[in-house]
């Protein structure tokens, strides 16, 4: 009786490590599947010219603009609002029906589908503000998609500040707010920076929520023309830009060029490199400032 | 100074308290306005499929006729919508049968197997996998999954197991990360007075850790499922879409997110066509909330048991 319970501890032991190591590998053949078909396009090439829909040697430059400028002009509206929310519910919220009704919508908000979240914004952002299919909408869109990570990231980050450091403060006669602002937020920088980095990198690969509000159109633009109110210009919000992941869906649907599978699996391999980018650079990041922070640096 | 507990409007107190306290709340109470927006916006389109267009909602629910541009000489457009949601359920169910042991045993490796290895390879591994964007997995699953099917299987290839696996793949690391946290929590004295009274490893595992952490981790298989349901490019792209009923798993299908992300540019804004779609995102956005409350009650029904 007693073998058999042991072989079978064995038995399962070996599963369980054949279920890691293939984990493992799975990633190393995806990753390399994608970067090994892509590496002919990685060049600096590719990256900057315009792309092509009737012969081969298209690039991804707009696309690769379109897709930074859209993690920023989202940010602009998400940081605030869910660093505010966030500071709301770490700080001020009681425990009552209204921080209950706040924590089940932000469940609800980060819940949602992001298809969901792109026909809101089509309605919204697109059809009721008679934007049409713009970058703002789509930023819009996009900001809707982040908040409640934000919020929560916010929320997490200022409850995890040492409780002592916020009693000190208001031991020395500040008010809720300066401890807040003076003492609690600094302290909070290191996982802040770290979770706002990740969120912004989701943008990075969302489409699903974009191509109803920024639209799948290759709009093009201008990039001498630096006059943000003209339509052509690259800086303008008011035009319609698809973004890198929304390039990589439509060439797959409706991609016309010659080549249009190795320009979707070119944007696949940059699309991951910036992915891992932004994973590392936030790890770093986050490490580097916690250290600096508390004093070990 | 501001003598604590009293309310006091002098202007050193707004400064330096009240201002900032307003917008925080202000901004806390907009994510409720928010949800309420968004649910009011989608519900007012999607509900005038049968207020206005005066749709059957139960052949809406079970009718697998979907010829919503249907000319009213021949007898007007139909909205069925039961194949997609039929795809939408047995994509994400299918998904969840193959992803669900995978997940767990990658979790109980990642506590109670290596912990060392768990947290330098696998956790970094897992965080990679949240990173990739969904249009890169339906990318590869097209390129890689959808002509191995077809060669070994015969046909196209992309058929509902195509989708399946493909989103197995991006809903495992929910699953796992959710287990991970179930497992870590439990108290230590489970495992020990397991060992103590001589059980090995897998047995302790099976008899004890497992069933303990099963609210955390039906939380976790809750909302893998919901993100499989929402998920729409990457199924869109090696589902194959087809309108019919599909006969085997190996058949091509289509799901509630594929038939909006296709049809929704094309019908124009008022007709039923659209309408009809805007129900679709309704019944999803619905759904999700469902998903949310199964979560909230297993919550509960967890903590009890403590």
């Known amino acids: 009786m007693k073998i058999k319970s042991q072989v079978t501890d064995k038995i399962a032991t070996t599963i369980f490590y054949m279920a890691a190591v293939f984990l493992v590998l799975l990633l190393i053949l995806f990753t390399g599947y994608i970067i090994y078909n892509g590496r002919h396009r990685l060049n600096l090439n590719f990256i900057f010219t315009e792309p092509n829909s009737m012969e081969a040697g298209g690039g991804i430059g707009p696309q690769l603009f379109n897709t930074i400028y859209m993690v920023v002009l989202s940010m602009i509206f998400t940081l605030p609002i869910g660093l505010c929310a966030g500071i709301y519910m770490a700080e001020y919220a009681k425990p009552n029906r209204l921080t209950k009704t706040i924590r089940f919508c932000i469940e609800a908000l980060a819940s949602l589908p992001s298809i969901v979240i792109g026909l809101f914004g089509l309605l919204v952002f697109v059809t009721m503000t008679g934007w049409g299919y713009t970058l703002l909408s789509g930023a819009l869109a996009v900001s809707v998609l982040n908040l409640p990570i934000i919020t929560r990231i916010s929320e997490d980050a200022i409850r995890s500040v040492s409780p002592s450091i916020k009693e000190a403060s208001l031991a020395v006669g500040a008010s809720h707010w300066q401890t807040i602002v003076k ?15 990740l969120t912004s990198g989701r943008v990075l690969g969302e489409a699903a929520a974009l191509i109803f509000t920024a639209g799948i159109s290759g709009f093009p ?21 698809e973004t890198l992941a929304v390039f990589i869906y439509k060439v797959n649907s409706e991609g016309t060029a010659p080549d249009a599978r190795m320009v979707a699996d070119g944007a696949s391999a940059v699309l991951i490199l910036f992915v891992f980018v932004f994973n590392i650079a936030a790890r770093i990041l986050g490490k580097t400032l916690s250290r600096r922070f508390s004093g070990k640096s | 100074m501001i003598k604590k507990g009293k309310t006091n409007f002098s202007p050193h107190y707004i400064r330096t308290e009240l201002l900032g306290k307003t917008i925080v709340t202000f901004f806390g109470i907009f994510l409720i306005t928010l949800t309420i927006c968004l ?3 989608i519900a007012s389109k999607g509900l005038s499929t049968f207020f206005k267009d005066k749709q059957s909602p139960l052949d809406f629910l079970f009718s697998s006729i979907w ?4 000319g009213f000489d021949e007898g007007g457009p139909l909205t069925g919508g039961f194949v997609f949601i039929f795809g939408s359920v047995s994509i994400s169910s299918l998904a969840l049968l193959i992803s669900t042991p995978f997940s767990i045993a990658i979790a109980i490796f990642m506590t109670e197997i290596s912990p060392k290895f768990g947290q330098k390879v696998l956790q970094p591994v897992i965080e990679v996998f ?16 959808v002509p191995f099917i077809g060669n070994t299987f015969g ?7 195509a989708g399946a696996i493909v989103l197995a793949v991006m809903i495992f690391p929910t699953i796992t990360s959710v287990s991970v946290d179930a497992l870590k929590t439990l108290p230590k004295d489970y495992k020990e007075a397991s060992y103590a009274l001589g059980s090995t490893r897998w047995q302790t595992i099976r008899k004890v850790l497992v069933p303990a952490a099963l609210p955390g981790m039906l939380t976790g298989i809750v909302l ?34 594929s038939v909006i992300t296709m049809e929704m540019g094309e019908a124009p804004i008022g007709t039923v066509h659209n309408n009809a779609l805007w129900s679709l995102a309704l019944l999803l956005l619905i759904i999700s909330f469902l998903f949310i409350a199964l979560i909230h009650k297993i919550g509960a029904k967890g903590s009890f048991s403590k």
């Open chain 2, 155 to 161: 046909g196209l290839g992309k058929s509902l197991l």
């Open chain 2, 39 to 41: 649910v009011f916006f």
């Open chain 1, 183 to 197: 003492v609690i937020l600094p302290c909070a920088i290191p996982s802040l920076i770290t979770g706002i980095i």
């Open chain 2, 224 to 257: 893998g499922l919901a993100r499989a349901f929402g998920e729409a490019l990457a199924v869109q792209m090696v589902i194959g879409n087809n309108f019919f009923m599909p006969k085997s798993i190996l058949d091509r299908s289509i799901t509630l997110t």
């Open chain 2, 67 to 70: 010829k919503p541009e249907r």
């Open chain 2, 130 to 145: 949240v990173g990739i964007p969904s249009v890169v997995y339906g990318w590869v699953g097209l390129c890689v999954l």
């Open chain 1, 221 to 241: 633009i201008d990039f001498s023309n630096m006059d943000p109110t003209n339509t052509s210009s690259p800086l303008s919000p008011f035009r319609p830009a």
